[in-house]
């Protein structure tokens, strides 16, 4: 089974920092990569998927990369509400496989 | 507006079992493979199950497979996950959630707002 591993698994910024998230998959999975937030006491939100499309609603201040095996969600200016778990999900072509990776703690510093 | 209701959740006994429901509403169920997703109190999230669109394919994470059945009734817009022989590490908060329509991607666009399954003597 591909196993997804993100860094940090916390972290802790200012208000205005750019934040950056990487998750890694063990194989290749193309870009079948997703980014999701989970605010404190809530639902999972879906951010980006197909690794660098910004989901209709979210702020374009979110940004995905990459390709293959390694991938990176960024904050380009960190705000309050961003407060949350993110996490990465990989997804197949084909049914099966779609583990999320373990998250990361994004805190205000 | 599209919608993901989910319940059944519950406290029940080591070894029984329990079947969740999701009523779907706002978008054309029958058109949409959908997911179970669950969460450990204080823990990240583990998929758990998926069916196709039209209940012909579904898939099982390791951890249920043999034990947890994924199905769905169309005409009523409902999904299901029949839960059997639960263990205590089955104790979870359980969402239902929708593939986006989005050809070539699998990701989850509209979740539930979950369901609290709690496995205890």
């Known amino acids: 089974d591909i196993q997804m591993t993100q860094s940090p698994s916390s972290l802790s910024a200012s208000v205005g920092d750019r934040v950056t998230i990487t998750c890694r998959a063990s194989q290749g999975i193309s870009n079948y990569l997703a980014w999701y937030q989970q605010k404190p006491g809530k639902v999972p939100k879906l951010l980006i998927y197909a690794a660098s499309t910004l989901q209709s609603g979210v702020p374009s201040r979110f940004s995905g990369s990459g390709s293959g095996t390694d991938f990176t969600l960024t904050i380009s200016s960190l705000q309050p509400e961003d407060v949350a778990?993110?996490?990465c999900q990989k997804y197949n072509s084909a049914l099966g496989g779609f583990t999320f990776g373990p998250g990361t703690k994004v805190d205000i510093k | 507006?599209?919608?993901?209701v989910e319940s059944?959740?519950?406290v029940v006994q080591p070894g029984r079992s329990l079947?969740?429901?999701c009523a779907a509403s706002g978008f054309t169920f029958s058109s949409?493979?959908?997911h179970w997703v669950r969460q450990a109190p204080g823990k990240g999230l583990e998929w758990v199950a998926v069916i196709s669109y039209d209940g012909s394919n579904k898939y099982y994470a390791d951890s249920v497979k043999g034990r947890f059945t994924i199905s769905r009734d169309n005409s009523k817009?409902?999904?299901?996950l029949q839960m059997n022989s639960l263990r205590a590490e089955d104790?979870?908060?359980y969402y239902c959630a929708k593939q986006i329509a989005v050809a070539g991607t699998r990701a989850f666009?509209?979740?539930?707002q979950g369901t609290m399954v709690t496995v205890s003597s």
């Open chain 1, 85 to 87: 778990t993110y996490y």
């Open chain 2, 1 to 4: 507006q599209v919608q993901l």
């Open chain 2, 8 to 10: 059944g959740g519950g």
């Open chain 2, 19 to 21: 079947r969740l429901s």
């Open chain 2, 32 to 34: 949409y493979g959908m």
């Open chain 2, 77 to 80: 817009n409902t999904l299901y």
């Open chain 2, 91 to 93: 104790t979870a908060v």
């Open chain 2, 109 to 112: 666009d509209i979740w539930g």
